[in-house]
């Protein structure tokens, strides 16, 4: 038996996301100077962003985006415990682990491991990953490769690792649940008919 439920693990997701969208809104600068994404950005090598110094544009793209699958994520909850348990999120989580997982390697890996204090990957970045090659221009993907993006995704990742283990252990009791009341039921109609 689990000690936190899906619905409450599901519940503080998303209250998560609608927090983050928020600061991301507000003050991104908040997120960037995060004890927890220092830690992970320095531990894994990630180098820092200036791109969430000031709210701009992209940021309250990303703010917009979070409250939307926060809300919607949270309306889901509304439904019939069949539906959002077996049907609605035993498919979501599963795949957002997927897509969290891969997007934590890509920002890992895609990291230059030139352009750093020591010969390693897990040496501290000395600049930003666009400057590592002179005369290159920016893609997109450079944007991705900073340490507030990755410990996002990470975090996201052990999250819904953690949503999907608890859904699979709930659904097994859900469904054991529901074939004892199609038992029960079923044997006690039998009997009053006779």
Known sequence: MALISAKTILTSLCLFHITLAYFFYTNPNA?????????LGEAMGMPQTAAFASPSAACSLLAVSLLLVGLS???????PEEIWLVHYWGAQAPLRIT???GLSLFTYFSTPSYGRSGSGRMSHPLTPPSAFVPGS???GGDGLRN????????LEFLSWFWVWVT????????VARK??????SGSGRGESLR
Not at 31 to 39: H, R
Not at 73 to 79: E, R
Not at 179 to 184: D, F, V
């Open 31 to 39: 997120i960037a100077d995060q004890a927890l994404v220092w830690v």
């Open 73 to 79: 994520d949270l309306l889901t909850l509304s439904l």
């Open 99 to 101: 897509l969290f997982a």
């Open 137 to 139: 221009t920016a893609s």
């Open 147 to 154: 340490r507030v993006f990755f410990t996002f995704a990470f």
């Open 167 to 174: 859904l699979k252990e709930e659904t097994g009791r859900f």
């Open 179 to 184: 074939r004892r009341r199609g038992s029960t």
